[in-house]
């Protein structure tokens, strides 16, 4: 018999079949439009393609790997005072190493991958320390070195060495902080062949918005007054650290839920946590601004305010700005010279220099803003720093003014709206230093 007639049984679990499967398939097609939503808000909101892979990896909103700017760096919530360089960060891997061990830079306050801490000068080696600030660092751990090294092997005291660079440069760091930096190396015993300084920027950019406005002395370091001022006479201080700790617990918190969590591969999981973590950045560098902004307490006294100087206007601020740089620099050079050493100093580029970079919508959008104070002080400071640099190259320096180095450049070069370069424009910034050394060692 081919065919047997169904059951009473039979009959009675199809309709309830039928009914399971009328109830499911909406409910998966409901899920399933939610998700494509999602996955095309994700790619609006990070600019993601739509073939991304389903079970992309979370990262949380520190140290992602192939950042650029500000977040590639240790910041400041890394820092500690030091009593010589003004910042540090504390090593990742506590070493206590014998005085006769190789030592490195981090050990010293200068974060990872900073290279090593000299102790003697060997025959086949030229040690080469970069000095600056972020963006030195960036320069340093982001650029091809080898076209830098190749440039210096030209000149004649380097040319049968291995160039070995190591990076003593901080967030924030401004002069006299890249000059105190280099006398405190020495005289714990580091030993360099060649010092290159990248600055400018923080030089006249920071001083009297974060400084000076908060009654702070403006060749201290940078956010002295949140560094030094004692939080028990400063309670809206303390409030606002109390919030910016509380809010970057809940970020962590959330980002790792999401990394261990099944819900990683759902593409709305992923857009909730991330509209969460976005909320939460918003109100981080909000706070951040306001902590920022804390005029230094008198309560707490000279550690906070420091010396008192006062100018009767901009011109003479921005001068007394531009003859401190001079003369750091100046007495680095002179330190070089007598131990020496080779010393380069760089103008580094910036985009609110007028006229130095053609910036199409794109890169304006994420490293222009208009009312940015870095934009005035920038534009006051930088014409100064040009003319000094000039008279430092008179006075024997190796000067190399940069500021238009991107100006014939249509792809994007900077990063972000302070300073910080894409991968792209610190491998030009390194091209023009390298063939501006070349050039000089060849007159």
């Known amino acids: ?46 600019g993601m393609s739509p073939a991304m892979r389903l079970n992309a990896n979370v990262v949380s909103s520190y140290g992602q790997a192939g950042e650029t700017g500000d977040q590639a760096l240790a910041s400041t919530d890394d820092q500690v005072p030091h009593p ?10 506590v070493r206590k190493p014998e005085i006769r061990d190789p030592d490195f830079l981090e050990n010293y306050g200068f974060g990872p991958n900073t290279g090593p801490f000299p102790r003697e000068k060997k025959d086949n080696e030229a040690v080469v320390a970069i000095f600056g600030g972020s963006v030195a660092k960036q320069f340093a751990l982001t650029a091809p ?4 090294a190749a440039a210096l092997k030209q000149l004649p005291e380097y040319a049968d060495k291995d160039i070995v660079f190591t990076v003593p440069s901080n967030y924030g760091f401004k002069q006299p902080q890249q000059l105190l930096t280099l006398n405190y190396l020495m005289s ?5 062949d060649a010092i290159i300084v990248i600055d400018g920027f923080n030089d006249v950019a920071m001083p009297f918005e974060e400084d000076y406005t908060l009654n702070v002395f403006p060749f201290y370091p940078r956010f002295w007054n949140v560094r030094m001022q004692s939080l028990n006479t400063a309670p809206e201080m303390r409030h606002i650290i109390g919030r910016i700790g509380l809010m970057q617990e809940r970020q962590k918190n959330a980002a790792r839920i999401m990394q261990y969590s099944p819900l990683r591969i759902s593409m709305t999981a992923q857009l909730v946590w991330q509209l969460y973590d976005k909320d939460l950045e918003a109100k981080i560098l909000e706070d951040e601004k306001l902590l920022f902004e804390q005029q230094a307490d008198e309560q707490s006294g000279y550690i906070v305010t420091g010396p008192s100087r006062v100018y009767d206007n901009s011109d003479q601020f921005f001068g007394d700005l531009v003859s401190n740089w001079k003369e750091s620099s100046l007495l680095m050079h002179q330190i070089a010279k007598a131990n020496g050493m080779r010393y380069f100093h760089i103008l580094q580029p910036n985009q609110y220099v007028p006229n130095s970079k053609q910036m ?30 000039k008279e430092l190259r008179e006075q024997g320096v190796q000067f190399y003014d940069m500021t238009l180095i991107f ?5 994007q070069t900077y990063i972000d709206d302070c300073c910080h370069l894409t991968v792209y424009g610190y491998n030009l910034f390194n091209d023009a230093i390298a063939e501006a050394i070349t050039s000089d060692s060849n007159r």
């Open 188 to 192: 714990i015993g580091a030993k360099f």
């Open 145 to 148: 070195m080898d076209t830098l």
């Open 407 to 411: 100006e014939h450049v249509n792809e």
């Open 360 to 389: 199409g919508p794109a890169e304006k959008a994420v490293a222009f803003r208009e009312n940015h104070y870095y934009r005035d002080d920038v534009e006051m400071g930088y014409p100064l720093l040009r003319q000094a640099g």
């Open 1 to 46: 018999m081919l065919f047997s007639p169904l059951s009473s049984s039979q009959h009675a679990g199809m309709p309830r079949v039928k009914h399971l499967c009328f109830s499911v398939v909406p409910v998966l097609l409901i899920v399933v439009s939610v998700e494509m939503f999602s996955l095309f808000a994700l790619q609006f909101l990070n």
């Open 84 to 93: 010589y360089i003004g910042a540090a960060h504390p090593p990742t891997t």
